[in-house]
């Protein structure tokens, strides 16, 4: 059995500079291109020379969830250095300031946020919009269902009203919570009584952070052990923040389990480099010939490491460098040289680890020899568009041979780009894959709603074209 925080992290020593495969395999924890932004949005990109430089990436999305929340919750200060200033952070700051919580301008250079001791939020005036944010709704559900007699109202855009909510509803109402929404309580808007839970053990049909989330949050505020398992274990940021905040949890094979109720105290925390983002980057140094980039400060939790392997296994040429713990999490710098991609399989137990990196993988497979089949990946249908379907169509706007199946993606590889009109249908993912594959295109690339990139990489645009030597 684990016991989650920063003395059981155990870090061995470990050379400075070494692959990804040997750094795995050591059992450490787990011309330029022109581009321009329209006033509407849509961004035209060419193919140019090689990518250099370094990099430190926009903060992890989902830490910074999480820092914000746990210090809303606890009691005194929490300062957090290296947030995300992304779209979906500041719906989570807004949603924490609406129920009270003091919550900072927000830096990366520091946000400071007065928590408001657990279970004293005031209730909101307004209804609660999180805007693209999928996990500010989720956790937050957790949250606030367990808060007695406090009213809620939440809503977001289009694509959070779609997205299911019914993986998080279910389990809180077996806890005792009073959720409705539109389709049978299952989407939003919803509207939420909070009530004294009851703690469960909730077997997770899926391989949910979120689900496992907003579970664990909703056990703070219970009398004794609340528990999830899943079918396999998904990221676990949760779970380490928990433990740095005081909290006892448990980590035992998938099952993660904490004890209630819980008092938090407010914490210093740093937030890591996104390897979500960083993906983006690891991706075009690879495929653009002539690419050199230094990656600063990335997050390595094993949790989120598959895009490392999957690209270890494609041939990609990524060392890790100064590996280190920072905050609770493992940290590292990453080079990343181009290199002959091969294809590969991906699937199984390895999607959790890289669930959100799938679209940008499929850009590597367009330009790896042979086909790539990714498998095991319905739940990509339910992100922030349907990945598997916009991806799929996207690529091959660009000339990609690339077909759906229901739960993934077959892509076959090493046939030429060509640019042409795109879009990112509102996904920021799905316009940051689409900008690294019209740098490989022949001609130009014009993608439309490109500008949702800022939901979690506000800088992407101007990283790209600084990275491209075009400041
Ligand atoms: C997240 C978990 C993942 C991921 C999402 C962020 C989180 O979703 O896709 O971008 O911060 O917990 P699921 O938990 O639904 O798999």
Redesign the pocket.
């Known amino acids: 059995m684990a016991l989650y925080g920063t003395r059981a992290l155990l870090y061995q020593a470990i050379p400075e500079r070494q692959s990804w495969t040997s750094f795995r395999k050591a059992g450490v924890q787990s011309c330029p291109a022109s581009m321009g932004n329209k006033m509407d949005g849509s961004y035209t990109i060419s193919p140019g020379s090689g990518l250099r430089g370094k990099i430190t990436v926009a903060g992890d ?3 910074s ?2 820092a914000l929340m746990l210090g809303g919750l606890a009691a005194g200060q929490t300062r957090i250095e290296g947030l995300l200033p992304g779209e979906d952070p500041q719906s989570t700051a807004h949603c924490l300031r609406a129920l009270g919580a003091e919550v900072s301008e927000i830096k990366e250079s520091g946000v400071r946020v007065q928590g408001t001791a657990s279970g004293s939020f005031c209730e909101p005036q307004q209804v609660l919009d999180m805007g693209n944010s ?2 500010t709704m ?2 937050m559900l957790g949250i606030l269902a367990a808060q007695p007699g406090l009213f809620c109202a939440l809503t977001g855009d289009a694509s959070l009203r779609s997205r299911p909510m019914q ?1 998080v509803a279910a389990p809180l109402r077996q806890m005792g919570a009073l959720i409705w929404g539109r389709e049978g309580g299952s989407k939003a808007p919803l509207a939420l009584v909070g009530q004294p839970l009851q703690p469960i053990h909730y077997a997770s049909p ?8 907003a579970v664990l949050l909703a056990g703070l505020f219970c009398e004794g052990w609340t528990s999830v398992t899943e079918p396999v274990r ?2 676990d ?2 779970e380490r923040m928990l433990a740095a905040f005081g909290a006892e949890v448990q980590v035992e094979g998938t099952t993660a389990s904490v004890r209630g109720p819980v008092r938090l105290s407010g914490q210093s925390l740093r937030v890591p480099g996104d390897i ?1 983002s960083a993906a983006f980057w690891l991706v075009a140094a690879s495929i653009v010939p002539d690419s050199e980039l230094l990656l600063l400060n990335v997050g390595i939790n094993p949790t989120r490491t598959g895009i490392l392997d999957v690209l270890a296994e494609m041939g990609a040429d990524i060392a890790i460098e100064d590996a280190r713990l920072s905050g609770g999490e493992p940290v590292a710098d990453l080079r990343v040289r181009t290199a002959a991609l091969q294809a590969c399989t991906i699937g199984g137990e390895l999607i ?1 680890r890289l ?2 990196e799938i679209p940008i993988l499929a850009v590597a497979a367009c330009c790896a020899a042979g086909r790539t089949v990714i498998r095991d990946a319905a ?1 990509l249908r ?3 568009s349907d990945r598997l379907t916009t991806m799929a169509r996207e690529l091959r706007r660009l000339g990609a041979r690339i077909e759906e199946q229901p739960d993934g993606l077959t892509i076959e590889g090493g046939h030429p780009l060509q640019g042409a009109d795109v879009e990112s249908h509102g996904d920021h993912r799905v316009a940051m894959s689409l900008a690294i594959a019209a740098l490989v295109a022949q001609g130009r690339t014009q993608l439309a709603d490109g500008q949702c990139a800022a939901v ?1 990489y506000p800088r992407f645009w101007e990283e790209l074209e600084r990275l491209q030597g075009r400041e």
């Open positions: 999305k989902s830490i969830h999480r999928g996990t989720r956790l993986r899926v391989a949910s952070a979120q689900v496992k989330s998904s990221r940021h949760t979500s959790p669930i959100d739940e339910v992100k922030e979690s």
